[in-house]
């Protein structure tokens, strides 16, 4: 029987126009991150830099938090604490309710993807409206993101244009993309001067300032946190950094890896609500902290990498698995090399573990990604730990390996087995194209050779050294 993830993937696999999208993108963003590291000794050193600086958050997390809390208070910044995504969800309910309104702007926010913000939400009457013109898009649609950074990348002008239409037939919808934005900006305005509340993503928060930096293209970030008397920012714990010294190599790190820009059209630092002398700002902001497995995480020396992520997405740029399946053909929140490796440490390794075998270990998110993360060796451990657990499939391939462990392991015993393997080649080898397996269903399988590597080796003048 398929797995859900193989059936996943094919089915992304049928899909040729959004693989033709998504192949598209990827190759133009590859394109653009390249040209925007022209030196690869800067890139190594700036690198180095953040990778540095992500470490040290790290292995200081309890104090800064404790830190960022108490500075975030005196800013007049409410902190809360969400250990699950149940107890974050709840609390920007209480939140919301408490302004009396049932409708919220959003800007994009990884994390509320990940805590499935938006539909409880709306188990609780509350309208979440997308502003990010990608998530926009896609809530429109009725589908999850592709890609943590362009969410619509699977979708091309065309079939954005058809999607618009389908929810307002009244309107005129052009095909261009100067008409579709235009169209989005004039029917997301109309909210943003309404809606009371706002809800943001953070990208950093900064401990030593009680600051929470913002990036972003749209503007719809800041009007978020800005038009709104109530501003709700949230982010995952691992986010925070100690000084504020340190955010420019980060964000340099992280807009040229994510779109090749130098910078983002709007960096937002928010610290706080609005002052008494201030005519604009949020009247109350609330910063809503989410632990749901991070704390386990840090607390694992292997581990603890993970959260080292800035969310740039040049990993899954560079994927050969994903770059030609996208993001829905993994079917979690975190796809590429990043999901294979955070999503079984949040949800577990049953079902998400699945992910870290939709890879090549090619090495190729590694090289790229701005933070150093092991991701290959991360995604090894996640097969390791699931052999360890999983009865299925895996555990199969655990056992056939220490099979071949306990026969590798004595050479008396590994040179009798291949010998009888060699003499069978002529009788194996036929038979193994009728394997079962969905590797051999694509592919030639491997032979048997007729002579062993011993015989060949001896015949060389090669002693059983
Ligand atoms: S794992 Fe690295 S490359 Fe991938 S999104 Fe995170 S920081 Fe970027």
Known sequence: MSSPLRTRLREALARAPARRNIGRAMAGLVDKRRAAFPDAQALEQLR?????????????????????????????????????????????????????????LKGKSMVSEEIGLNAALAEAG????????????????????????????????????????????????GEEIADLTALARRL????????????????FLIAETGTLCLIENEGNGRLCTTLPEVHIAITGIEKVIARLDQLPPLLRLLTRSATGQPITTYVNLISGPRGT????????????????????????????????????????????????????????????PLGAVLEPRLHGLAAPGELAE???????????????????????????????????????????WSLWAAIMAHPARARAVTR??????????????????????????????????????????????
Not at 298 to 319: S, V
Request: proline content about 7%.
């Open 48 to 104: 180095d830099q953040g990778q540095a600086i992500r470490d040290q958050a790290l292995a200081n997390l309890p104090a800064l938090l404790r830190e960022l809390e108490a500075n975030c208070r005196a800013n007049g910044i409410e902190v809360h604490w969400a250990r699950t995504a149940a107890e974050a969800n709840e609390k920007v309910r209480e939140l919301v309710q408490a302004a009396g309104t049932t409708s919220v």
């Open 126 to 173: 509350i309208e979440a409206l997308e502003t990010d013109l990608g998530e926009w898009i896609i809530q429109l649609a009725g589908e999850a993101p592709s890609h943590i950074v362009a969410p619509a990348v699977h979708l091309d002008r065309r079939e954005v244009a058809a999607r618009f239409r389908e929810h307002f037939p009244e309107l005129e919808v």
């Open 188 to 203: 997301l305005r109309e909210r943003f001067a309404q809606l009371r509340v706002g809800i943001s993503g953070v990208n």
């Open 277 to 336: 002398d201030e005519r604009d700002g949020p009247r109350a902001v609330h910063l809503i902290l989410l632990d749901n497995g991070r704390a386990r995480l840090q607390a694992d020396p292997e581990l603890r990498a993970t959260l080292r992520c800035i969310r740039c997405g040049a990993c899954m740029n560079h994927c050969p698995v994903y770059t030609r399946v996208g993001g829905h053909g993994y079917g979690t929140v975190y796809p590429g």
């Open 358 to 400: 939709a890879s090549s270990l090619c090495g190729a998110c590694a090289e790229v990604c701005p933070v150093r993360i092991p991701l290959p060796q991360l995604i090894r451990r996640v097969r390791r730990d699931r052999a360890r657990v999983s009865p299925g499939t895996t555990g199969r391939q655990a056992r056939l």
């Open 420 to 465: 009888t393997l060699a003499l069978l080649a002529p009788v194996i080898n036929p038979a193994l194209h009728w394997l079962p397996s969905p590797w051999t269903r694509h592919r030639q399988p491997p032979q048997l050779a007729r002579e062993t590597l011993a015989k060949l080796a001896s015949e060389e003048g090669f002693g059983d050294e």
